[in-house]
């Protein structure tokens, strides 16, 4: 049997999307679903292929074509290139994984000296010819290959001629002589004339659509997105529908509910009498559709719109996003697909159709996309609005904030605590301008990337933070911001976009978030579903209590060193790091462990019957040191020293790399009365809360491991202190020692590291920066661009690179089970709240995931998401 | 048949060393070579770890004990405890894996108040009197775990009341009053008398030796060495002999070649009438052994002693170094092993050897230590001289240096171009101190690591090195160095020992490097057994000069970055890094074409028929950047700016973690045209050579890539490059391109990498630094800590890390190779010169090594080692 190298619409709905490309297998489902879709064919990928291999049609296709084509016209009783009623159709690739724009497309074929005029009778001649000189201009740049600048400088050239600046403004007359003027080109750069004979048309543009599978730019997406080159490309060809036949034609978009709040019904807009380019040109304004009812002649149409709405959701069981055509009285689909819908839009939907029977919870948990999600639990930009944006930073910390510029830390806590708006504008954040940062709406800053100090932290209090705004000189004298040439100062209002890293002037209009029982729904039935357990990340008793209001199932990084971050504290932990000996330090070390013991306590009852994971001191110690004259002056009045040595003894502090420096657990076996304090803290805090009646299960983490001996000496501390604590007290606490894994060769080393954790948390920052061998303080000099050439397929600070870090925890995983096959195992970096890094926490068979608690909704969806997706991790 | 617990020294040579222990084994093997070793027994390990189990002696064992003994009284027609000619007996411990130091001996066993009047007899009263109090204290302390201390007061009493201040003059009567209140103690603090029976005291001696297996001081040893808790030891019984009873009495040591050189013929000295002890307290001068054979008396013993030495190389084939001791004209030898040696006597006695048939050329590699082989490399401080040693610190880079203390840089240049000798002293060392560390005899810091950037340039130039000197308080206002409360100022003299790390005061007498052709010879006996290739890492034509003729097979390392330090390249570079714009950056490269294009051309022409490896741009820009205002200056007047705006360029390029930063590839990568102005010097130069007739094979290396796209964009650039400079010139040049793989995760997606990259060269430098997420410029503050507790088995940047790093290596060597079966393998770090290094470099299966020119013999040699080892690999 001779190969079938077309389909019609109406009877390629069986066939496969590698076959029929996705919008040729669209095509033949909406025909077969009963849709009155203008008619055509489908070319296969076989036959594109076919052609490519030979370099000519294959034998037998183009009688198909001819049989189609005439089919066509029997059908709709009208004639390609015919000289009234004339057949028009359009010519599109179509490959089976969408390659938007990569491709080329011929609309308005068949057109032709003859067939203009048939054409213009329908619609009106300035149409008609606008489209036949449309027809040449695509057929001469696709088809023959000539330059596009040279039609669009004689179109220009007319313009200026007829004094006329848009486009559709050009009188018929105008369009004629184009029509002329693009038929010499087309000779004079081809050799040939422009070809009147509609089947040479298209035989020329179906050759032209399939070679446009290697055209460079075409080759050059497939390599980016990793699509293989031997899949070709279908060809549809479609008669062509028009809405401006008249007060009977009309054209639109509907949705089938509202893609804003969700609320069922029809909503959208049309035009009578017009194409879709006349509503995006704005010369008309278009009504809604509620209208199209009232509307002279369109009353069967929108019941019949209506029908096909409801037909639509119920085949594709979601809410969609329909065009459509009026010609002449008659109705046509030209396109549906998935509409897309705001967050809130997504809850309701997806519980609507639940309740409607349609859908399946795992079905709505599945349609909420986590950002969808992340959008509800923060203030917005009124999406309506339309901002002045001074510049584009890294969405470092989603949700929106005005405020007035501020530049310092002490002034952001003064104005913010009085009341006022303010926005902290930094060069970079550090720790000290951690009070500021918790007084400030937001936080803006010109360094730094996804994962900066300013970044973690506003994350981590839920506050908005666009950081990395590259463009911004701050100039700390001055008190002023200069962007692109514009300069704003101290006081000025700004607004923040942390979703999207926009950084307007003024205060833009916010909508506030919207947290209603549908999202509460979808959590609990995404809770349902997936296997990964999402613990949140918190320092305090107050981000513990946020964290479990937003379904934290216990805390998987409590970071000490957050605590000292006081003006009192810092001073004490500044006399412990620049005490010259164990008992200097041990007295520095006295009034902290007060200070921590009260944060435990408050931490082990909000968490009450949880597990709170607690690791021991782990950034370099400079970090915590003075950097001002003053302060430098102070802290030698208070160690008692000349501010020489005060200095001295800071500057042999400094390190060259600190991020591998002297940090984490080398701190600890270095000075192990550092541990031996918080461990006391912590257990006398775990022993006061059970008095209370709290049920508290610590788990002490030793950071930056490289070697099980460093793990062991830190265990024995804790074990030992533990012991004296429970002498001492007479109670005993059910408690787990275990490690962050966050070097490659802890990871590396896991068998024998297991040994002595009884769990694993993977320190997936530090494990990126190391692996990679990349600071993600300095990365903003380059990962940007590279992230734009897509020299790194994502920002691996933002998303898990899974062939190296992924590589390093899936070896980890594995060596560490082996060695003790009841090891628990986590992840707490930054990623935890990343869905695509929880799909792979899932995959590599983590036990949690730990975020900050705002994003623990969005890790709950995400590793419901991944138990869909993969039923049998 | 009853187990056998002992065997007698002639009847145990065919048993095991888990059976005797190695010192039990030993007396054996001498025993039954037919040497005269004074008689004796060995208790099985088998019979301490039946007593162990237990808590008594095997049945059987004490029987067979006393069978041995009855045996030796007959052999020896003497009585253990007889009141003349006592036989008496050494109990001495004996494990398979020798744990020095670490369990209980017992001499002079079977002395009693009877026999010690028999011993008085056959040497003289005061010798048998100290024998007894020395028993009695010995056993004292062994057997009944009596505090030493108690018996030392009494001695120092004693010693007191005669007015005596050396043991050895007390008079015989003190120490007849000692053993009377050595007894009294000894009944005092057990409760019982010391046992006057002779074979009592051997039976709970032998039992204390076994229990000696499980002190604490055992345990620990074991412990660290990965030594079985189960092997136990062995206890030898052994008759005691002396050689102070009387003039034809002696006692003396000799190596059977001259240690020091390497010479034939005996070597040592001895003492008549004397104790081993004697010698070593220096009262009486020993004779050479030479000496023997006119000693009256001495005759007989001196041929003996010769066909002895002889016997014993020719079992041993090594050089040995024995223990012997004459008692009453009769020759007795204690102990042979294989003597100790100095590099150069290791040289010429393996090629006498070889020379000699005794051994083969492959035994002789063996025998020969790299560290050995170095030494003779090196100029060394007189090891006869003792030195006043200020400060010990790492020994970064071999050889030993002296001169006068400068502190500058500059000065150093001064002074050392104009011939004095001076020694470069920093707090540590940058790129700015590289041409006074040129002009310098060798170099002193008091800061940094084995890989810091003074002991990595020192190695690189041969020079001498002392890094890390913690001790050392440099106060350059003062230009003093304080040490231990010394203080030198500039312009004194000292020495460092980069051999050792000693810090010297003063001058200390040299030895110059002693290379004759028996170097040469091992080195060609080496190569013809070694599989490793070895190439060197240089920078300059005179380094490669320097490499080729160490034997190197090629450049594995050529860092390009070091060609920028002259005065004028450095100005260049500095232009180049503050460009402001690719213009700009061009034109500040240009000059540094011409320079590159020279030196590469000098290195093609020394390396002329060999590759040469040159790697790209690699360090953090700022390495190059001005520190002080004057530079500061100098730089915004060469650029026609601000010195503010100059700064401010400057500071913008500082980083937080510069190793982790905007370096290797990712400056080609942000700059092409770096990477196109060092390929077309590369290619320009490579062409020129050639036209000479040079025969060149460039290989391009790219740093610091972490994913393959880094390195495809970088080999287009190399590419594109090459092509151009082949047109231009109509030369064709072979060349290759590849990458370092020094990040984990290059190594993890090496599979990826090598689709792109025709060799790896593991640069474990930094593969090390970022698997333990370890600064080598930081971990000055702890590492030394970490390796001396054994934290970490070995200090990671001298020895390849096998579990961590290797693993890395070994990943990607299995993955690389996977996707590339030709791919070519090398390291090029620190580690190529490390002899462990090396052996882990032959088991991973890499083709060759690269370090240091002057390291490149010792890696020759290493390698060799390895395959000798692993002849598989």
């Not at 609309?107 to 005029?117: F, H, I, K, Q, R």
């Not at 008309?284 to 019941?303: M, N, Q």
């Not at 919207?514 to 981000?543: E, F, P, Y």
């Not at 060769?745 to 990349?774: C, H, K, M, P, W």
Request: hydrophobic letters at 40%; aromatic letters at 6%; a negative charge.
């Amino acid at each position: 049997m001779a190969t079938k190298w077309t389909y019609g619409f109406a009877d390629g709905s069986a066939k496969s999307v590698e076959l029929l490309g996705g919008k040729g297998a669209n095509l033949a489902e909406m025909t077969s679903t009963g849709l009155p879709v203008p008619p055509g064919f489908v070319i296969t990928t076989e036959a594109s292929n076919a052609y490519l291999d030979a370099g000519e049609l294959p034998p037998g296709l183009w009688q198909q074509v001819l049989d189609q084509v005439a089919r066509l016209e029997e059908e709709r009783g009208q004639k390609l290139g015919g000289a009234s009623n004339p057949l028009l159709v359009s010519v599109r690739s179509g490959a089976a994984i969408s390659m938007p724009g990569m491709m080329d497309t011929i609309l308005n074929l068949g057109l032709n000296d003859e067939s203009v005029a048939g054409l213009a009778e329908l619609a009106d001649e300035r149409f008609a010819w606008d489209c036949y000189r449309r027809l040449i201009q695509m057929f001469a740049n696709v088809v023959l290959s000539i330059d596009g600048e040279i039609f669009e400088d004689e179109l220009d050239a007319e313009k200026r001629r007829a004094g006329i600046i848009n486009d559709q403004d050009l009188p018929a007359e105008s369009l004629m002589k184009l029509v002329d003027s693009f038929k010499a080109t087309v000779k004079e750069q081809s050799g040939a004339e422009f070809s009147q004979d509609p089947l040479e048309q298209l035989k020329l543009a179906i050759i032209a659509v399939f070679a446009s599978w290697n055209n460079r730019r075409a080759i050059h997406y497939r390599q980016q997105n990793n699509i293989p080159d031997d899949l070709g490309t279908a060809v549809s060809v479609q008669t062509m529908v028009f809405g401006n036949m008249g007060e009977t034609s009309a054209t639109g978009v509907a949705f089938t509910r509202n893609p804003s709040t969700g609320a069922p019904g029809l909503f959208g807009e049309f035009l009578t009498n017009a194409q879709g380019e006349d509503v995006v040109a704005g010369v008309r304004t278009p009504l809604e559709i509620d209208h199209l009812a009232d509307t002279a002649g369109f009353e069967v149409v929108s019941r019949r719109l209506h029908d096909i709405a409801n037909q639509l959701e119920h085949h594709y069981r979601d809410m969609q996003d329909i065009e459509f055509t009026v010609q002449r009285g008659e109705l046509f689909v030209l396109q549906t697909r998935t509409g897309k819908r705001t967050g809130q839009a997504a809850v309701r939907i997806a519980c609507d159709l639940v309740d409607s029977g349609l859908i399946q919870p795992a079905d709505a948990v599945k349609r909420l996309e986590p950002e969808q999600l992340d959008q509800l639990l923060h203030p917005m930009i009124d999406p309506e609005f339309e901002p002045d944006i001074l510049t584009t930073g890294l969405p470092a910390s989603p949700g929106a904030a005005a405020g007035e510029i501020v530049f310092d830390a002490d002034e952001a806590k003064r104005r913010g605590d009085a009341g006022d708006a303010v926005i902290l504008v930094r060069r970079e954040t550090s720790p000290d301008d951690f009070h500021g940062m918790v007084s400030a709406q937001g936080v803006l800053t010109a360094r730094g990337g996804m994962t900066s100090h300013a970044a973690v932290v506003a994350r981590g209090m839920g506050k908005p933070c666009v950081a990395g705004a590259g463009e911004l000189e701050i100039s700390h004298a001055d008190k002023t911001i200069t962007v692109n040439g514009r300069v704003l100062t101290a006081g000025e209002v700004i607004t923040i976009d942390g979703a999207t890293g926009r950084v307007i002037d003024g205060a833009a209009p916010m909508v506030e978030p919207q947290v209603g029982g549908d999202v509460a729904r979808i959590l609990s039935w995404a809770d349902d579903i997936r296997r990964l357990g999402v613990r949140a990340n918190a320092d305090t008793g107050h981000d513990a209590e946020v964290a479990r209001e937003f379904g934290a199932q216990g805390i998987g990084l409590c970071r000490t060193e957050h605590m000292f971050f006081g003006d009192e504290r810092l001073e004490a932990i500044r006399r412990m790091i620049l005490a010259q000996d164990s008992t200097e330090r041990r007295a520095a070390l006295e009034p902290l462990l007060e200070m921590q013991r009260q944060d435990f306590v408050e931490i082990f009852r909000a968490m009450d019957g949880l597990p709170v994971t607690i690791r021991t001191l782990d950034p370099p110690l400079h970090e915590f040191l003075p950097h001002t004259d003053e302060e430098l002056q102070e802290i030698a009045t208070d160690l008692g020293v000349d501010v020489d040595v005060a200095r001295n003894r800071v500057a042999a502090l400094v390190e060259t790399n600190p991020m591998l420096g002297h940090r984490g657990c080398r701190l600890g076996i270095s000075f192990p009365e550092i541990t031996e304090m918080q461990t006391r803290a912590i257990f006398e805090a775990a022993v006061q809360a059970q008095n209370e009646g709290v049920a508290v299960t610590p788990e002490v983490m030793i950071p930056l491991v490289a070697d099980v001996n460093e793990l062991r000496l830190q265990r024995e501390t804790v074990d030992r202190i533990a012991s004296s604590v429970f002498d001492e007290t007479g109670a005993t606490i059910d408690y787990h020692v275990g490690t962050m894994i966050e070097l490659p060769r802890a990871a590396l080393v896991a068998d024998q590291i297991a040994a002595q954790a009884e769990f694993f948390s993977f320190g997936t920052n530090d494990l990126t920066q190391t692996t990679y061998g990349l600071s993600r303080d300095d990365s903003g000099r380059f990962l940007p661009m590279y992230v734009e050439r897509k020299i790194y397929p994502v920002d691996p600070f933002v998303t898990i690179d899974r062939d190296g870090v992924g590589a390093l925890v899936e070896i980890a995983v594995e060596r560490g089970r082996g060695a003790r096959p009841e090891l628990k195992l986590g992840i707490c970096g930054e990623h935890g709240g990343d869905p695509d890094s929880v799909e792979f926490c899932h995959l590599a068979g983590l036990d949690y995931v730990s975020c900050s608690p705002y994003r623990v909704p969005v890790a709950r969806l995400a590793a419901a998401h991944a138990a869909l997706a993969f039923p049998d991790s």
